[in-house]
């Protein structure tokens, strides 16, 4: 299925790429302080909206910095962590054209100051992030930017103000759109149609229209004297709804080659402006996981021929996905059939990527001994630090992002009706009562445990997990403990630990890359038609 390497490969340029650049500056314990020396010059640049940007234009104004010449994109993933670079950030309103704004590159900034960057060689480009999707996303077809300015023999601070002007947009992903263009096309065949259906519920909640959106994928041979078992499917952190095409005609696809048997796909996205809701029934985004199940669920299954029995009915997702699906089995136990959860995000806050949210003092930048807590790793060794990961986050955004997301799904509304932070960005010190929420209401394992005793019956045997030795965002850790918990329920989990497999080729089967899809949906449907096994 390329389109999901495709997407793979996506998100590991708006996760991993970033992230592997990260300079050891933070991963270094906490050590003694020297003496304060005088601080240098503010480093600024100037900012010029160009003739063709509209009137009156906002959002995130982002400064790329890099050692090095001759390239004509300056962002965080073309070079190696020993080399000098950063990104700056300022939000601006109403940039008209020719008007010109200046960024402090010492004032919002990582993973230093520009003042602090040695002399040397470097390039520069300027990105208005318009509606601040870049931590979700990357850049946009929408955003503007400047060309890659050189700065040869370059002092931070000295000389000339390096100015850019903002004036083309990115280039569109010329692979990505033809992925598009080819899934459309299948798709009007009558492979799969476009559901975008608007919820009461949250409409209500939002006060305007709040629309569910999905791709309902048909099996080949679909017809109306048949009923055909539901996978209710959602991607994972940096996906859309146009992912959800590509995916679902890849699976379309798989099944025509008769690898997976004939079932209805419902591909839901799951994205939002605040990063990922999971339907989860959440007081900042909303009742996602009623309006699904009890308004979208009943309207695709009067439209479509599926199987409305729960054992007609499963999960299935990887990563954000994974836990979104999840959790819906755990909460709504009475309507589906069971999921089959791929990589997880942390299942059990006992081990929240590494930290334990619940020990005293917690912090999720520092050990108890004053090392960095991990929060990537590839081929054995660490990339990136919790730290690293967050306050990289908070430059390029205020939401949107990992760590704001959760922030969105599993917190309380704090005094001002935004969530409340589960941990302070500048320390990483944990906000305990913030947790005891996030505990009560989406700690997957605790809620198991509370419940057992109304849930043991719809429950048992229904939950899957797979999730290699080797995740790339040590996911396997908090799966253990959760399936520890069900083991001693009697709760007859089936966890899967694939060995030296990451978050990223999890699903490959020897040179099959999407092999486990086959696996996952076969054992669907034994439990839809066992009577055909």
Not at 30 to 41: E, F, I, W
Not at 251 to 256: A, G, L, Y
Not at 285 to 305: M, Q, S, V
């Amino acid at each position: 299925m390329a389109a999901y390497t495709a997407f793979l490969n996506h998100r590991k340029q708006v996760l991993i790429q970033l992230i592997l650049a990260l300079p050891v500056i933070l991963q270094e314990p906490l050590l003694s302080q020297p003496a304060p020396v005088p601080s240098p010059r503010h480093v600024f640049f100037r900012i010029e909206a160009g003739s063709s940007l509209p009137p009156n234009s906002s959002g995130r104004l982002l400064i790329f910095l890099k050692q090095g010449h001759g390239d004509t994109e300056v962002g965080m993933g073309e070079f190696q962590g020993e080399l000098s670079w950063g990104v700056a950030a300022r939000e601006v309103q109403n940039l008209s054209p020719g008007a010109s704004v200046e960024i402090d590159a010492d004032e919002t900034v990582f993973p230093k100051a520009f003042s602090g960057m040695p002399p040397g060689d470097y390039e520069a480009q300027a990105v208005l992030d318009t509606d601040h999707t870049y931590n979700y996303g990357g850049r946009k077809p929408n955003d503007w930017i400047s060309s890659v300015i050189p700065l040869p023999g370059w002092t931070p601070g000295a000389g000339v103000e390096p100015s850019l002007v903002l004036d083309r947009h990115p280039p569109a992903s010329e692979r990505r759109a033809a992925m598009l263009s080819k899934a459309n096309a299948k798709a009007r065949t009558g492979a799969a149609q476009k559901e975008e259906f608007v919820s009461p519920s949250l409409s209500q909640f939002w006060g305007h229209p709040v629309t569910i959106r999905a791709w309902v994928v048909l099996p080949p041979g679909y017809n109306a004297s048949a009923r055909y078992p539901t996978v209710y499917w959602t991607h994972g952190f940096g996906a859309n709804l146009d992912y959800c095409l590509t995916e679902g005609i890849d699976v379309r696809e798989r099944m025509e080659r008769g690898k997976i048997p004939p079932l209805i796909w419902v591909m839901l996205d799951e994205s939002i402006p605040e990063g990922t809701h999971e339907f989860a029934d959440s007081v900042n985004n909303g009742p996602w996981g009623i309006a699904l199940t009890t308004e979208f669920l009943p309207y695709l299954e009067r439209k479509y021929r599926m199987d409305a029995r729960r054992d007609g009915r499963f999960l299935n997702g990887h990563s954000s996905g994974g836990w979104a699906t999840l959790q819906l089995e755990i909460n709504y136990p009475k309507i589906f059939g069971g999921t089959w959860s791929t990589s997880p995000d942390p299942s059990d806050f006992h081990d929240f990527t590494g930290p334990d949210l619940y020990s005293p003092d917690a912090n999720v930048y520092r050990k108890p001994d004053g090392t960095p807590w991990p929060i990537m790793r590839q081929s054995g060794k660490v990339i990136a630090t919790m730290e690293q990961f967050a306050k990289l986050e908070a430059v390029l955004g205020p939401y949107g992002g990992q760590m704001s997301s959760f922030d969105w799904v599993f917190s309380p509304k704090g005094p001002s009706g935004a969530p409340e932070p589960m941990f302070d960005r500048p320390s990483g010190a944990v906000n305990s009562k913030v947790v005891a929420y996030w505990r009560d209401h989406y700690d997957l394992a605790h809620i198991v445990e509370a419940n057992w005793a109304s849930r043991a019956a719809d429950l048992k045997g229904r939950i899957h997990l797979f999730v290699g030795t080797a995740d790339t965002f040590y996911l396997d850790g908090s799966a253990h403990r959760f399936e520890a918990v069900l083991n001693r329920l009697g709760a007859d989990p089936h966890f899967t630990y694939l060995p030296d497999k990451t978050h990223f080729d999890l699903y490959a089967v020897g040179e099959d890359k999407l092999g486990l899809f086959d696996r996952i949906a076969s054992e669907m449907y034994r439990v839809a038609r066992p009577h055909k096994h």
